[in-house]
């Protein structure tokens, strides 16, 4: 059924099917791969561009989702004390090493409580080198973008908008996943 599904999806889009995530939205052929851990992907009928409010990266420098436009991007915030978020990371850095490059990228901010030295052993602990250790240490981008529960994924199209979130954790190396994550950037850079 899943290779079916597969089949149908690049097929329509070896046919010249175009989908336009930031104007006239068309999520016909992403809800038909939410399959497993991606069925819990909400996506929005109108996307949404997010609260450009700083967070930190690694060297402590400011930047905003707004830094990311022109590639598209999976946004996860978490935490070090979150265990369902501690969980799913090493799908995340999968995901990156996978499929991460000039085109998408995921991109992981620790939200909260969370300090710098706590990110670095967890990262180093779970033998995690490909992903930017950014911060959002009083959870002010969290609240901006509605985050009520952790952990929190956000999928954003290369012009910044947001099109839709899972929350709680997800295995992001699955086949599921990188199905979707194939169709939405491949969409996008038609």
């Known amino acids: 059924m899943h290779l079916f599904r597969l089949m149908v999806l690049y097929t329509a889009l070896g046919l010249g099917a175009n989908m336009s995530f930031a104007g006239d939205a068309n999520f016909d052929d992403l809800n038909a791969l939410r399959d497993g ?3 819990k992907m909400v996506l929005h009928s109108t996307p949404t561009e997010p609260a450009q409010i700083a967070f930190f ?3 402590g420098a400011e930047i905003t989702l707004g ?6 991007i999976l946004v996860n915030l978490w935490a070090t004390w979150c265990a369902p978020c501690r969980k799913e990371m090493p799908s995340l850095a999968q995901l990156q090493s996978d499929k ?4 998408f990228e995921v991109v992981t901010i620790a939200t909260m409580r969370n300090s710098q030295s706590a990110i670095d052993k967890f990262f180093a602990d779970a033998q995690i080198k ?3 250790k950014n ?6 981008l969290a609240r901006g973008l509605g985050v009520v529960g952790l ?11 947001e099109i839709g979130r899972l929350p709680g954790d997800a295995d992001w190396a699955s086949d599921d996943a990188y199905a979707l994550i194939d169709a939405f950037v491949d969409a996008q850079n038609r």
Not at 67 to 72: E, L, P, Q
Not at 100 to 103: A, I, K, P, S
Not at 151 to 161: C, K, N, Q, R
């Open 151 to 161: 952990p929190m994924t956000l999928l954003i199209d290369a012009e910044g908008f």
């Open 67 to 72: 830094d990311f436009k022109g590639k598209s």
């Open 135 to 140: 911060n959002d240490p009083k959870g002010t």
């Open 130 to 132: 490909n992903l930017a």
């Open 100 to 103: 991460g490059g000039d085109t």
């Open 37 to 39: 851990d991606m069925k």
């Open 57 to 59: 990266d690694e060297t």
